[in-house]
């Protein structure tokens, strides 16, 4: 950010933490500003990404960039050439708070979703297929917790289910990939879909490439959505529940932000020195100088990261 006057000249920058991708921590302080004599101060304005306790969260639309491509290379498959069943225990990369609790591992289901923890099933170690209801829902909890897209698909017929670990700490993500997944009975049609979970601020995304519907099976239902893992709480993304039925032939991405107190703070500093504290400061330079915005996010486990 550079402001600037015929007396007196600022150069601000900012910081951007880790940010190659969109849901890791990061800061921005805006565009330039110019000054001119008559006002020699100016207020600098930070906007760091938001993320707060996982006490609740909120959904929005997002632009469709997923961080990978759907069919990328390596990975580690699942569900490989079977259909409703859980992949083996897998331990996460690092500690994700979900709904007030932070877990360590994770089971990836093959109809689209992500339970936590060493789940086992009380009835059968298979996930569940039949139309589950409007999430959030207590008929919901055997499905599993992140669905993205949750609906009977059959990768015995085709399409793979791979999960990845991409970036370096803070920012890893932990990605599950649906890549061309055949539906059951309607095994003509495909959908491809992705889960994406970040490191430190524990947002949760979810990136749709297209997603058919089989009209004449389980109504046909799909769910975009969060909800704990007792089936009390939760949110699907807007129009994008069980039912009404719905087909996504666009791509579309939307993202899960916990929306419980800010987990960051924001604090200025000039050279080495702090000058304050929060999203905004004023200053009054009287010569050339660099100010820097710095953010810090305390995650789930306590973990300071800048």
């Known amino acids: 950010m550079k402001l600037t006057t ?24 805006g565009p330039d500003q110019t ?45 490989v ?4 069943v859980w992949s083996p225990l897998i331990t996460l990369p690092f500690n ?34 039949a139309y589950p209801g409007n999430c959030p829902s207590t008929g919901l909890r055997v499905y599993g917790d992140v669905f993205g897209v949750l609906h009977d698909i059959d990768p015995s017929v085709a399409g793979t289910v791979k999960w990845y670990v991409i970036g370096t700490a803070p920012c890893r993500i932990f990605v599950v990939s649906y890549y061309e997944l055949a539906h059951f009975s309607c095994t003509n049609l495909r959908s491809t879909h992705m889960m994406v979970l970040y490191e430190t601020t524990n947002v949760i995304d979810v990136y749709v490439s297209n997603k058919a519907t089989c009209s004449t099976w389980q109504q046909g239902y799909g769910i975009v959505g ?24 666009t791509p579309e991405a939307w993202r899960f932000t916990p929306d419980g107190a800010p987990i960051y703070t924001v604090e200025w500093f000039q050279g080495a020195s702090s000058i304050g504290t929060g999203n905004t400061v004023n200053v009054c330079p009287t010569a050339p100088t660099t100010y820097t915005a710095q953010v810090t996010y305390t995650a789930c486990d306590g973990t300071i990261r800048h």
């Open 6 to 29: 015929a007396l007196i000249g600022i150069l601000s920058v900012f910081t951007v933490a880790h940010a190659q991708f969109p849901g890791c921590p990061n800061i921005d302080a």
């Open 226 to 249: 969060i909800q704990n893992p007792a089936g009390t709480a939760g949110l699907a993304a807007p129009n994008r529940n069980a039912t009404p039925a719905w087909t996504a032939t």
């Open 96 to 129: 994700f708070c979900y709904y007030g609790q932070t877990y360590t591992t994770c089971k990836i289901g093959s109809n689209g979703s992500i339970k936590f923890g060493n789940y086992v099933s009380t009835t059968s170690p298979d996930q569940p297929y």
């Open 81 to 84: 050439n079977t259909d409703d």
């Open 35 to 79: 000054l001119n004599c008559s006002q020699p101060c100016a207020n600098l304005n930070a906007i760091p990404l938001h993320s707060g306790a996982t006490t609740t969260y909120s959904v929005s639309s997002i632009p469709h960039n997923p961080p990978i491509a759907y069919n990328q290379a390596g990975g580690t498959g699942v569900s």
